[in-house]
Every structure is written in structure tokens, then in C-alpha cells.
């Protein structure tokens, strides 16, 4: 039996849709890559980040770190961890956040009920601040806003979608 080669290089992907599916995990990869670089403790659930920042025998709590800054994600730090520190944990806040409404999300247990509450923290004027309404709580999410996107991330964007535009036209082309 004789083995025929149909067209030009179409296995199951044509060469240019194995280089796209090739540069897509590239580019999460390094990603990936440089925030283990640049932050010791990190775990991969699920493609979530989750940061342990803790020493030896030392009570922790989780805490969860969304929006604009370094590296967002679930952390495990220390109970005496507040607010100031979990970002700089976080590598600070990215050039584009908004500081003067951080929102944190709490459980608040009260006669046995739960409820969510979400409060404001103006971090541009610390000075004003009281030092109890920058403690954080197990299971807080705290969440930094930011302002318009710039041509870096529309950049990113397009790059994305025309890798898989490229995987997904390649596969189509393989199947007809």
C-alpha cells in the first residue's frame, strides 16, 4: 500500500496554523514565565494565579487582588497583612489604576446570616485615612480600577485575535 500525500504539507494543520498555535502558547508561556520570574510562590489552578506569601508556621488568610495592577490573582498572606502591602505584594499598582476608589468586597457574618458588603478606600490620601479601613479580612476581594485602554493594549488584542483567526482559518482549510 502506497501512502499519498494530498496538497502541499496538510496534515492535520497546515503549516500555518501550527506556527499560530505555536506563537499563541509562546506568548502565554513567557507570560506565565515572567510573573514566576518576578514573584517567588506561584501556583497555577486552572490558569489562576495563586501567590503564597507566608513564612514557616505563620497564620494566613486568603485574599483576592483583581484589576489593574502586576500580577493579579488569589494570595495567601500573612493575618497582619493589610491593604498597602497586599499591593505591593502584587508588584503595585499598573500605570493605568485609579487609587482614589480601591473597592473591597467583605463577608460580613451577622446572627448567623452572611451578606456581602463593599466599601471604598481613597488610597491617594492615605493621610486621611484611619489605619483599621486599610486592614483586610480572610476572603477579601479587592479591586482596582483603571483608566482607558492605550495602544499597547489594543495591540495585544488585535495579536490575539488574528492568531486565532489564522488557527481557526487554517483548521477550516484543512477540513474542506
Known amino acids: 500500500m502506497t501512502h499519498q500525500r494530498h496538497g502541499r504539507g496538510r496534515g492535520f494543520f497546515p503549516r500555518s496554523g501550527l506556527l499560530a498555535l505555536l506563537l499563541t502558547a509562546a506568548t502565554w508561556n513567557t507570560t506565565s514565565a515572567q510573573i514566576e520570574a518576578s514573584f517567588g510562590g506561584r501556583q497555577s489552578l486552572s490558569g489562576t494565579a495563586y501567590y503564597y506569601i507566608s513564612k514557616a ?3 494566613t488568610m486568603p485574599v483576592n487582588l483583581w484589576g489593574n495592577v502586576k500580577n493579579p490573582g488569589r494570595y495567601e498572606v500573612p493575618i497582619s497583612t493589610d491593604l498597602v502591602e497586599l499591593l505591593s505584594f502584587a508588584g503595585g499598582p499598573s500605570s493605568k489604576a485609579t487609587m482614589d476608589a480601591v473597592r473591597i468586597i467583605r463577608t460580613v457574618r451577622r446572627d448567623n446570616l452572611m451578606r456581602k458588603v463593599e466599601f471604598e478606600v481613597n488610597l491617594d490620601e492615605m493621610q486621611m485615612l484611619d489605619e483599621k479601613a486599610l486592614d483586610l479580612e480572610p476572603g477579601d476581594t479587592v479591586i482596582i480600577e483603571g483608566g482607558d485602554m492605550d495602544f ?3 495591540a ?7 492568531a486565532v483567526t489564522a488557527a481557526v482559518a487554517s483548521i477550516v482549510r484543512v477540513t474542506q
Request: charged residues 25%; proline residues 0%.
Open 57 to 59: 508556621g505563620e497564620i
Open 156 to 162: 495585544i488584542i488585535v495579536s490575539t485575535v488574528a
Open 152 to 154: 499597547r493594549d489594543y
